[in-house]
C-alpha cells in the first residue's frame, strides 16, 4: 500500500488483506468500486461478468483447489443487472457450490425492487446496496465483515475440521430487507419503490 | 523581489479557486451535477490524484458510444426496443454513477415512454403509431443534457489543472442544491 494513502489506516496486521471480488459490466462502476474497495483497504480483483467471475473463482474446474485456495476471496460484490448471467444467478451458482458458498455475497442495484431485494437475501446474499455505491456503504460491510470473519475463524479453530465439510453459517445477524433498505434509505426515495418486478 | 512573487501567486491561484466554487456551486443549484459527483472527489488522495478526470473521461467515452448504439438502433427498420431498453439502462447507471443528475433523470424518462413491453402492448395511442419517433424525441433530450454536462464538466476539471498549476488546491465541495 502506498504511504500516501489516506487515512483509514491501511495498517498491515499480520493476517493476509481482505480480498474483494468485484463484479460488475459498467467499466465506471468497476472503476468507483475498486477505488472504493481499495481506500477501505481491501485487495479487489474487478470482472465484467458474472462467467468470468466463476472462471476467476475455479467453478469451471479449470484451476486445482490448491490454486483457489492462494486465491483466497473473502468476499463477492456483485451488480445485480448484467447481461448474460445477473447478478442473482451468479449468487445461486455460488451458493449452489460446496467450495464457494461459504464465501459472502453481496448484491449492489440501482432499482429499489423490493421482490428482488427479498429473493436475494433469501437467496443467501449477505446484503443488498442501492447504487450510486458510497465509501460509507463499503466501509460498513468491511466492518461488518471483517468481525464476521474473525467469529469464522474461532468457531473454526475450535471445530477443528477443513472448512467445507461444515455446513453451519457463521453466526452473523442477516440484515433485514428493510434494514438494509434503510442504510441508504436517502437515495432509495428518489426512485419509486416497486413491490412487484413484473 | 520574492516576497511580491509569492503574493501573486496566492492571489491567482485564490482567484481560481474562487471560480471554482462559484462555477461548481451553479452546476449544483442548476441540477447538472448532484452529490454523488461530492462522493467520487472525496476518493481523490495524493496517490490517486487524477481518479475523478479517469472517472469522467470514462464515462465520456461508454456514453458516447451508447448514444452511438441507441442511434443506430432507432435508425434500423425493425427497432428493438429491448436492445433500446438495455443501453438507456446502463447509461442512466453510469450518469448516475458519476453524478450527472439530469442525464440520469433523461434516462428515467426515456425509459418510461419507450418501455419495451409497454410498447407492445399499448392501445391506440400517440406511442403505438409513432413509437420510433416518441424514442427519438427522447433521445434528443438525452444527448442534449449529455452534452451540456460533458461541457460544463471539462470546464470544471479545467480550473482544477489551472488551480494545481498555480500552486493551489482544490477546494472541497459541497452541495448546495
Avoid at chain 1, 483509514?8 to 477505488?35: M, N, P, T, Y
Avoid at chain 1, 462467467?51 to 473463482?57: I, K, P, V
Avoid at chain 1, 451458482?93 to 448484491?107: A, D, E
Avoid at chain 2, 452534452?147 to 460544463?152: A, D, G, H
Wanted: glycine share 6%; proline share 3%; with cysteine.
Amino acid at each position: 500500500m502506498a504511504v500516501e494513502d489516506i487515512g483509514s489506516g491501511c495498517s498491515s496486521s499480520g493476517d493476509q488483506e481482505f480480498h474483494v471480488l468485484a463484479v460488475d459490466d459498467s467499466i465506471i462502476d468497476r472503476k468507483v468500486i475498486e477505488r472504493l474497495l481499495k481506500i477501505s483497504c481491501c485487495k479487489v480483483t474487478a470482472v465484467d461478468s458474472g462467467s468470468r467471475a466463476l472462471q476467476y473463482l475455479g467453478i469451471d474446474g479449470e484451476r486445482s483447489s490448491l490454486e483457489f485456495d492462494e486465491l483466497k476471496v473473502n468476499l463477492i460484490i456483485t451488480d445485480y443487472s448484467m447481461p448474460g448471467m445477473t447478478g442473482y444467478e451468479l449468487l445461486k451458482k455460488i451458493k449452489g457450490s460446496t467450495k464457494l458458498r461459504q464465501i459472502p455475497v453481496v448484491i449492489m442495484s440501482s432499482e429499489n425492487i423490493l421482490a428482488r431485494i427479498d429473493r436475494c437475501l433469501e437467496e443467501g446474499a449477505e446484503d443488498f446496496l442501492m447504487k450510486p455505491v458510497q465509501l460509507s456503504d463499503v466501509e460498513r460491510l468491511r466492518d461488518f465483515m471483517l468481525r464476521g470473519g474473525e467469529e469464522e475463524r474461532e468457531l473454526g479453530r475450535k471445530r477443528k475440521t477443513p472448512d467445507d465439510s461444515c455446513d453451519c453459517r457463521p453466526l452473523r445477524k442477516r440484515p433485514t430487507p428493510l434494514a438494509t433498505a434503510c442504510s441508504s434509505t436517502f437515495r432509495a426515495l428518489e426512485e419509486p419503490v416497486i413491490v412487484h418486478e413484473s | 523581489m520574492e516576497i511580491g512573487g509569492e503574493y501573486l501567486e496566492i492571489l491567482g491561484s485564490s482567484i481560481l479557486m474562487t471560480d471554482y466554487l462559484e462555477y461548481s456551486n451553479a452546476l449544483f443549484r442548476e441540477g447538472l451535477l448532484d452529490g454523488q459527483f461530492i462522493q467520487l472527489q472525496m476518493l481523490r488522495d495524493d496517490s490517486n490524484p487524477d481518479f475523478v478526470v479517469e472517472v469522467v473521461t470514462l464515462f465520456f467515452e461508454d456514453s458516447q458510444r451508447i448514444l452511438n448504439e441507441l442511434s443506430k438502433t432507432l435508425d434500423e427498420q425493425n427497432v428493438d426496443f429491448k436492445k433500446i431498453d438495455a443501453n438507456v439502462h446502463q447509461l442512466k447507471g453510469s450518469s448516475s454513477s458519476i453524478g450527472a443528475q439530469r442525464v440520469r433523470n433523461a434516462c428515467i424518462a426515456f425509459r418510461s415512454f419507450c418501455d419495451a413491453q409497454d410498447v407492445e402492448s399499448y392501445g391506440f395511442c400517440f406511442f403505438v403509431l409513432f413509437p420510433d419517433q416518441m424514442c427519438l424525441r427522447c433521445l434528443q433530450q438525452v444527448k442534449q443534457e449529455y452534452l451540456l454536462v460533458k461541457n460544463k464538466l471539462e470546464a470544471l476539471l479545467r480550473l482544477e489543472q489551472q488551480i494545481v498549476a498555480a500552486g493551489g488546491v482544490v477546494p472541497t465541495l459541497n452541495d448546495v442544491s
